[in-house]
């Protein structure tokens, strides 16, 4: 008589680190940018940016800088998860400080109207988020371990009525590179453009434990005793990328902007590299511990274009600013490489593609801001950010929202610093195939922005 386990990724035909079509569609999904002043005023800032921060929103809006700037900025996000598995609800709260961004802008001297450059590091995307839950399940999740039983291999479930815990933590993020230039091409139009080196890693690690707790999996001949399960997953990605976006600004007057942005597809390499390992355990303490898998695996995704629209009106002390970006995601597309259709990895991306085909869509985000000027030291900023969720038939309640609010101080002539806090909140359903039934995740986060302008 032998003991031994196959893997639950066997038993069930699948492989959980594959490729799917949200993986392709999140890279870019809710990417928030960068930017204290700009996000206070819920990131409403096609139309209204004129400073460093035009590399990312607009930057056409680079042309308005009249001094040299130099900007930093750090943030701080915590991302509280209140997750719901069979009537039992766990709280999972994380903290994560990054350093946003760093960067200057340098107006050069012209005969008429003006150039400006712009270079920084700024941190786009974050991958952050934690997720805990446990339950009785009493849904098969399709675990069964072979025994070999004079000399027939038999199979053993172990796969429902037990309790079940996961935890799953990512950390990471996206950041640019970028080199932009802005150009007054007349008294009211303006035109710039931002070249992005994109770079961004992500770790990935989920831990799955299952447990007989009633002690349903016993047998008189102390072959099937078993008494619990545990799988680890750990994947390490790394992302990088070459963007371009182009922006406008048309002045109305002195009083208001329109301003637009086109931002072209962006084609990422992802290098995964990715282990698993798992154990059983049984009722008299003999444990069998496997690594499942281990290797990498490097595969591209090309995301669609968008397009940034605003308007911004600035009647002294108020500003006022509203903008929108319209983004099709079932654009987005797995690359396959040439002469890689014999490799069954390669071939099953182009039955992802047919997915985002069938169950993405196309959405438009909206942002709306103000800012109010009172006296010359201080402005007062509020917001509001609508993220659709990008899903064919997604309930309102998977849309992300965030109220945002803001501080701009003029400490003196040179420097001004900017305090912005964002609460955001959505609720989604996941399930994956260690934990049938699924989980409801009520996601409360909130962020911490500080900026610091020196202009010289």
Known sequence: MWRGVVSLLLMLGVNLWGQSAFDAVRIVQDEMGFGARALSMGGAF?????????????PAGLASLRQSEFYGELSHINFNNSATFYGVTTDQSQGFTQVRAIGFALPLPTTRGSFVLGFGYNRVKDFDRSLLFEGFNTQSNGLEIPVIEDGQEVYYPFDKNVQQTEEVNNEGGLRNWSVAAAIALSPNFDLGVSLDIWRGRENYQLFFYQEDIYNEYSEPKMVADFYSYKYEESIQSQYSAIGMKIGGMFKLGGFARLGAT?????????????????????????????????????????????????????????TLAASFRYRDWSQTRFVIPENS???????????????????????????????????EMLRVRGGYIYIPAPYQGAPKTMDRVYLTSGLGFKLDQYVSLNITYLYGAWKQESEDALTPGGTLEDIRVTRVMIGLSYKF
């Open 46 to 58: 096609t139309a209204t940016t004129d400073n460093y921060l035009s590399i990312y929103w607009n």
């Open 262 to 318: 086109i931002g072209l597809p962006v084609t990422f390499t992802v290098t995964e590299s990715y282990l698993a390992t798992d154990e059983l355990v049984y009722d008299d303490g003999f444990s069998d511990q496997q690594e499942l898998d281990r290797g990498e695996f490097q595969y591209k995704v090309q995301t669609p274009f968008y397009f940034d629209g605003g308007i911004s009106l600035r009647v002294k002390p108020f």
């Open 341 to 375: 259709m014999d490799d069954p990895d390669y071939a099953a991306l182009l039955d992802e593609n047919r997915v985002i085909r069938r169950e993405y869509r196309e959405t438009i985000r909206y942002q709306i801001g103000g800012e109010w000027a009172l006296g």
